[in-house]
């Protein structure tokens, strides 16, 4: 079970906006920033957001992030069909049990 | 072109050892922090160790701890991951990741290897 919390699953068809919810705590995401990746299918994961909403080089800006308190919130607006993938949030983790980078499960987004 | 290597990774029997090498080119290797994050097969990410430019900070997930030894060699632009007494939930894919810095271990990771798998069985 994964310390960061995302729907398994998520849909939506070309030129659509989606949305990938991700559920912390004050130890991770409520003290901490949160970054997205993609994994493309067979690939390496790829960072796509940075410290909540910070875009890469050459990440297309229909890709925002935001965070607010425990959450954080990944947004793709005119959803094409290469953005099927694996989405994972992480965040660094402050726990009273030690401290280290966790990530959420991980969310498959399918375009129809 | 920034590009990261693995090797290293094969079948192992349990409760024995594998070093894992990563070889860095493209960036200057003493200028980041390194990890390796590993991903078991069908399965999502999972962080198993952090290392700042100049080992200086060191960090491991709670489950490889006084298991797995991170190391680096800014010399040779390498990275390694000894990893001893290996169980069969070990078995997965290893990558070596670039650090957006060079002395948090908290910054995001920029750049990702293809990965080498480790099988304990």
């Known amino acids: 079970q994964s310390v960061l919390t995302q729907p398994p699953s998520a849909s939506g068809t070309p030129g659509q906006r989606v949305t990938i919810s991700c559920s912390g705590s004050s130890s991770n995401i409520g003290s901490n920033t949160v970054n997205w990746y993609q994994q493309l299918p067979g690939t390496a994961p790829k960072l796509l957001i940075f410290?909540?909403?910070q875009r890469p080089s050459g990440v297309p800006d229909r890709f925002s992030g935001s965070k607010s308190g425990t959450s954080a919130s990944l947004a793709i607006s005119g959803l094409q069909s290469e953005d099927e993938a694996d989405y994972y949030c992480?965040?660094?983790?402050?726990?009273?049990?030690?401290?280290?980078?966790?990530f959420g499960g991980g969310t498959k987004l399918t375009v129809l | 072109e920034v590009r990261l290597v693995e090797s290293g990774g094969g079948l192992v029997q349990p409760g024995r050892s594998l070093r894992l090498s990563c070889a860095a080119s493209g960036f200057t290797f003493d200028d980041y922090g390194m990890h390796w994050v590993r991903q078991a097969p069908g399965k999502g990410l999972q962080w198993v160790s952090g290392?700042?430019?100049?080992?200086?900070?060191?960090d491991y997930t709670d489950s490889v701890k006084d298991r797995f030894t991170i190391s680096r060699d800014n010399a040779k632009n390498s990275l390694y991951l000894q990893m001893n007494s290996l169980r069969a939930e070990d078995t997965a894919l290893y990558y070596c990741v670039k650090s957006r810095g060079r002395v948090s271990l908290r910054l995001a990771f920029e750049i990702w290897g293809q990965g080498t798998m480790v099988t304990v069985s």
């Open positions: 410290s909540n909403n």
């Open positions: 992480a965040a660094w983790d402050d726990s009273l049990n030690g401290q280290g980078w966790v």
């Open positions: 290392i700042n430019w100049n080992s200086g900070s060191i």
